[in-house]
């Protein structure tokens, strides 16, 4: 059962890993080791539920054969990819040998960060396996609808589409969560209970190790590890992980976009497969969750709004179209599945032009949905937000960032403030329930890109106490 479970997680991911090798193949210093290690796991998870979908459209149900077929043709693939002629080789096991040079290159300030990173991380996962083991099938969401959908996938064979029925709530939502947990199940041969804590676990410490190892690779370890800790220190984020619902495998994918999005436009190694393998990861965004699709929208709008901002507008259908690359084929699997739904989005269906335009210029909803959110930003992240208004006051700006890198970060989350803004204005729903219930949630999705943005922006603590040459980039 552990041999099938490990065998579906390493065969993708060796897969995408190799993948993103070949848009990728220069690295920028040893932290990038464990960040493109991170994107090619979340991706992994995300192109392995898609070919899991594929095979319940082709066969009914996935079987052993099936599963020993994809296995084989993942590794297949790795292979290939491998093989082909890169600038800098880029092994797997070149890269783990790499990352004991984290800790031997670190100062004395880095290394202390590192012990207490790693005590807490410890901490944080053993506080996140507690909760799933007290409750394994989650908390509200997760019971409605993915591990629901899950089991239904699992469970029902050639009747698969029947957990799309009306009855299920939101059976319109995509099937990342709830294929990737099915799929590992036709893996090990049962619905076992323990899958959807393993994958909300995986998810919640990938994203605080890619949060940690995206500010490292652009500020330094000492950086990377303060990121790491203000979000390890956010209780909402790492319970909502817990709670085994998609808003933490959410935030991955809108990290992993934002982060390859600003090493392809820091200018350092930029390779145009980049923004191909940023398509791929924001349209796996759309894969786990409607606000997704929002994202993927977003993330075009932004692109073409920095190229428009920084005098780069002949790149602009350039750049989109590498985007689209990436975008299309996981975009034709959406609507693949979308297309033969019997039912709707709940917050649209019903609803008319008449209805729409009155809420939108309703002001007093404009007033409960902004002070909706000031109050669930403070309470989601009061100690980093002290934190960090703390860190701008005393340590400012910092010059050596390229501007467009920061513009592009601060250009996503306000684009997807405003599109979670505009869905409260026309939203059917009472709108200080829908406020009270799920705001929150909505900033969970946007939280780790906050704090990314806000190393980005920060000068150097460590520049005015460490002789300078002894803090590394990572």
């Not at 994203?207 to 800790?229: D, E, P």
């Not at 409607?290 to 507008?313: D, K, Q």
């Not at 008319?352 to 335009?357: E, S």
Request: proline share 4%.
């Amino acid at each position: 059962m552990i041999f099938w479970l490990i065998v579906s997680v390493i065969a993708p991911w060796f897969a995408s890993h190799q993948m993103i090798a070949c848009f990728h193949a220069k690295r920028g210093g040893k932290a990038s080791v464990v960040l493109w290690s991170l994107v090619a796991l979340g991706l992994s998870i995300s192109l392995s539920s898609c070919t899991y979908f594929l095979g319940l459209l082709i066969l009914g149900k996935p079987t052993l054969t099936y599963c020993v077929f994809e296995t084989l043709a993942f590794i297949v693939v790795g292979i290939a990819c491998y093989l082909v002629p890169k600038n800098e080789k880029s092994s797997l096991a070149i890269s783990l040998l790499r990352l004991p040079e984290l800790t031997r290159s670190a100062n004395n300030y880095a290394k202390y960060l590192l012990g207490v990173f790693a005590i807490s991380l410890i901490l944080g996962l053993l506080g996140v396996m507690i909760f799933t083991a007290n409750e394994p099938n989650g908390q509200y969401d997760a019971i409605a609808i993915w591990s629901l959908r899950a089991r239904s996938l699992f469970r029902l064979e050639s009747e698969w589409r029947n957990a799309f029925l009306p009855d299920f709530w939101h059976s319109d939502y995509p099937l990342l969560i709830s294929g990737s947990i099915a799929r590992y199940w036709s893996y090990i041969g049962s619905d076992a209970i323990w899958i959807p804590p393993f994958v909300a676990v995986v998810f919640t410490i990938a994203t605080v190790g890619l949060l940690t190892a995206g500010v490292s690779r652009f500020r330094g370890l000492s950086q990377g590890l303060l990121g790491g800790l203000l979000l390890l220190g956010t209780y909402k984020f790492m319970r909502n992980g817990a709670m085994l619902n998609a808003d933490v495998p959410l935030s991955f994918y809108i990290l992993a976009t934002i982060v390859i999005i600003s090493v392809y436009d820091s200018g350092r190694w930029t390779a145009p497969g980049l923004l191909v393998l940023a398509g791929v990861s924001a349209a796996s965004a759309a894969w786990t969750k409607n606000e997704g699709m929002l994202f993927l929208v977003t993330v075009l709008a932004s692109r073409t709004l920095v190229c428009w901002i920084n005098h780069r507008r002949r790149k602009i259908l350039r750049e989109i179209g590498l985007c689209l690359v990436g975008v299309v084929p996981l975009l034709i699997l959406i609507l693949s599945f979308r297309y033969p739904s019997p039912t709707g989005n709940d917050l649209f269906v019903g609803q008319t032009w008449g209805t729409i335009k009155s809420r939108l210029f309703d002001f007093s909803r404009v007033g409960l949905i902004v002070y909706g959110f000031v109050e669930h930003l403070w309470y989601l992240g009061t100690m980093s937000l002290v934190v960090a208004a703390l860190a701008v006051t005393f340590l400012g700006y910092s010059p050596s960032r390229a501007p467009h890198t920061i513009a592009g970060v601060v250009s996503v989350v306000l684009l997807m403030i405003a599109g979670y803004f505009l869905v409260y204005l026309v939203t059917p729903w009472d709108l200080a329930f829908h406020l009270f219930h799920s705001t929150d949630r909505l900033l969970i999705h946007l939280w780790p890109s906050m704090l990314f943005g806000l190393f980005l922006y920060l000068g150097d603590p460590v520049a005015a106490t460490v002789p300078q040459g002894q803090e590394t980039n990572g």
